[in-house]
């Protein structure tokens, strides 16, 4: 089991990289396995990554058992004890996202698979260091307080929550969408999904 979603995950930020979500070094992403999490190991290169790199962390103690672990592991560990139901997490720099998370407290959703893989609004988890407890505790207790999909950092970056890697993925596309749809109409009057469709949609979603 742990063997193959090694290999998962290598495949996952391996597209994240050729896809230009994940950058240079930049960013982490983790899986739930069992008790411990598997995740992206510090300033290397996602392109070049092997099955046997990803770092092995206990959920719990966060003792770390294989691997040199990103900077970031406060931030999986404390979100992935806040919320059990969290499959996968993925924290990427991605710029429209880092760009809205400048200059707004919410960022609103206008697209349906917005809505389903986000919610409502796209959150803003105020200005904490990199790496710190801190930041941890606030973007967890975003989650918590939100129900959302994904958040905002400020001055930073972004956060997609999920089932399953794949859909963490997918959080993570949504939400660079959004950020970018927010800043592209910025000062115009774009049209919104009706409440109770944007809420059914969520709802649905749930059930994927």
């Given at each position: 089991?742990?063997?193959?979603?090694?290999?998962?995950?290598?495949?996952?930020?391996?597209?994240?990289?050729?896809?230009?979500?994940?950058?240079?070094?930049?960013?982490?992403?983790?899986?739930?396995?069992?008790?411990?999490?598997?995740?992206?190991?510090?300033?290397?290169?996602?392109?070049?990554?092997?099955?046997?790199?990803?770092?092995?962390?206990?959920?719990?103690?966060?003792?770390?058992?294989?691997?040199?672990?990103?900077?970031?592991?406060?931030?999986?560990l404390?979100?992935?004890?806040?919320?059990p139901?969290?499959?996968?997490?993925?924290?990427?720099?991605s710029?429209?996202?880092?760009?809205?998370?400048?200059?707004?407290?919410?960022?609103?959703v206008?697209?349906?698979?917005?809505?389903?893989l986000?919610?409502?609004?796209?959150?803003?988890?105020?200005?904490?260091?990199?790496?710190?407890?801190?930041?941890?505790?606030?973007?967890a207790?975003?989650?918590?307080r939100?129900?959302?999909?994904?958040?905002?950092?400020r001055?930073?970056?972004?956060?997609?929550?999920?089932?399953?890697?794949?859909s963490?993925?997918?959080?993570?596309?949504?939400?660079?969408?959004?950020?970018m749809?927010?800043?592209?109409?910025?000062?115009?009057?774009?049209a919104?999904?009706?409440?109770?469709?944007?809420?059914?949609?969520?709802?649905?979603?749930?059930?994927?």
């Amino acid at each position: 089991m742990e063997e193959k979603m090694r290999r998962e995950l290598r495949q996952m930020v391996r597209r994240g990289a050729r896809e230009g979500l994940l950058r240079g070094t930049f960013g982490n992403v983790s899986v739930r396995l069992g008790e411990e999490l598997l995740i992206t190991p510090t300033g290397r290169d996602y392109l070049k990554l092997q099955a046997e790199d990803f770092a092995a962390v206990d959920v719990v103690s966060g003792k770390v058992r294989a691997g040199d672990p990103s900077s970031e592991l406060p931030l999986h560990l404390a979100i992935y004890r806040l919320l059990p139901q969290v499959e996968a997490i993925w924290h990427d720099h991605s710029p429209f996202a880092v760009a809205a998370g400048l200059v707004t407290d919410e960022v609103p959703v206008y697209t349906g698979e917005g809505h389903g893989l986000i919610g409502l609004a796209l959150p803003v988890a105020p200005y904490l260091p990199s790496g710190s407890r801190s930041l941890a505790d606030a973007v967890a207790g975003v989650f918590e307080r939100t129900g959302a999909g994904a958040c905002l950092m400020r001055n930073h970056g972004a956060v997609a929550i999920g089932a399953s890697l794949f859909s963490a993925y997918c959080g993570a596309i949504a939400l660079e969408e959004a950020s970018m749809h927010y800043l592209v109409t910025s000062g115009l009057s774009p049209a919104a999904l009706p409440p109770e469709e944007a809420k059914a949609i969520r709802t649905a979603f749930a059930s994927y």
